[in-house]
C-alpha cells in the first residue's frame, strides 16, 4: 500500500491515473505542502524507478522520491531524492531534503510540455544518480547522502497526473 501526505482535498484517484495537486471547484482551503504519495515499508538501496507524468496545472514540479524515509505533510517534510519534471523552468531538477529543507544537486535543460505525457526515470546505484526523460539520460550527478528509502511521487504547486509507477532493483 501507499500513504498520503496532503491536504485530502489535493488527492484524486482516477480511471486515467493518480492526480496530485489537483484543486477541486470549491476547495476548503487553498494550503499546498508538497503533496505526496510513498510506497509503504519499502526500502531500496539500489534502483531503477520510472513514471510517467502529465502536468495538468502549474508550472512547478512533479516527479519521483526515491530513497526517501520519514515522509510527512509538508514541502520538505521527508528525508531522500527528489528528482523532477519542472515546465517553468524548462529543466529536470534533482535534489534532497533533510526533513526541513531543500537542496538542488543538479538540473539540466529539458523540454517539458504541459499536457503531454513524459516518462521519468531515476537509475541509482551506490552515490551514483542518473535521470532519464522520455528515455534519453538527461542528468548525471553524485551524492552519497541517502543510500536506502522508499519511492513514490510528489509535486509541488502544481496538478499532475501519474502512471505506470515502476520501481526495479538493478
Known sequence: GFSYYGHQQFLDLRRDGLHLGSVPEHPVNDYRCGE?????????????????????GGDRDAGILFRV????????????YFAAIHP?????????????S?????????KVKRNHDHQLGVAARGGSIAILLDGRRVLLAEDDTYQLGSVG???????????GLSVKRP
Open 36 to 56: 505526496k504519495v510513498v510506497l509503504n515499508d519499502a526500502a531500496f538501496p539500489d534502483l531503477k524507478a520510472e513514471v510517467t507524468i502529465r502536468i495538468l
Open 69 to 80: 524515509s520519514d515522509p510527512a505533510v509538508g514541502y520538505d517534510a521527508h528525508k531522500g
Open 88 to 100: 517553468g523552468q524548462q529543466a529536470v531538477i534533482l535534489g534532497r531534503s533533510n526533513g526541513s
Open 102 to 110: 531543500w537542496t538542488e544537486i543538479a538540473r539540466a535543460p529539458a
Open 153 to 163: 511521487v510528489r509535486v509541488v504547486d502544481t496538478h499532475a497526473r501519474f502512471t
